[in-house]
């Protein structure tokens, strides 16, 4: 809010300056108006310089409060996944400095990572859904099914996810032999890239948002279309989370938005609207923990979150000996 106001008080002195310089410039006002227009000046740039002392202030704390919750990251997060595979998923797009920070703390909570896949502007491309469809039709196992009303999107998500993730322990860290040349495909035609070896299936799932949502006439088919690789995901696996920043869950476009505004989903998929933050990415963990005992949330800063982070556990007291 300092940081608006700033920029508006800003924009409106300059104005005032240049009305004062014109009016400075002729005779035909008066001195009581030249005099009220230099005093309003004069007041705004006062206003102007306080809230940029303002500004700069609450942005030394957040920078002292990032610092800090990243110091403490390790032991905030230590244990909580142990074992756990997860699978990254990313949008074109998304925040390559945020993802690898998010990776970090996933490590530190014990997780393996299996790998990343990166969905292509191709993918999520309304014009190009047919050859999608076409596609994921043409290389769908017999063991894989597509309910009737399934958009190519749809069809897509529950494919990656026949070959990114289960939700049987033991079968976790193997490759789907029913859909070995899946990912290949996808990659052949040019809807995703892939690193380290995602095959080795994960238990759970980090989706990652763009970080400018999508615009245009097809922006809420855009975002809806990573949703249902998220749904996808989560539906084949222990639990999924949407990772993103506070526009990914405010604009049309957002990919956050999207599953927000979809009743259903948000029953089962989580969501982060503040991965952009040390604080928002432990909360990731938090909310895969969550996912873990069959749970789900919204979390974050925007509007439609529950909270900013899940309800942390009371860990249980330790039994103590009496001495006798």
Known sequence: MIDFRYHLVSIVAIFLALATGIVLGTTLLQEPALESAQGLVESLTAEKADLRAQLDVERSRQRGNDSFVSAVTPQLVAGDLAGQRVVLVEAAGANTTVREAQQLVLEQAGAIITGRVTLTEKFVDPKRSGLLDELVTTIKPSTVTFPATATPYDKAGILLAAALVTNDAAQAGTVNTATADVLASFEQGGFLTIEKDPAKRATTA??????????????????????????????????????????????????????????????????????????GRVVVVFALQEQLAGESGQYGLGADSSAFQPPIPTPSPTPTSSGS
């Open 206 to 279: 980090v989706v990652f948002a763009p970080e400018k949502p999508y615009e245009g006439e097809s922006a809420e088919v855009q975002a809806n279309a990573i949703v249902s690789v998220a749904s996808g995901l989560d539906a084949g696996s222990k639990g999924a989370v949407v990772g993103g920043n506070l526009a990914s869950a405010t604009a049309v476009g957002g990919v956050i938005a999207a599953l927000r505004d979809n009743n259903e989903l948000v029953k089962t998929i989580s969501s982060d609207d503040s991965i952009d933050m040390p604080a």
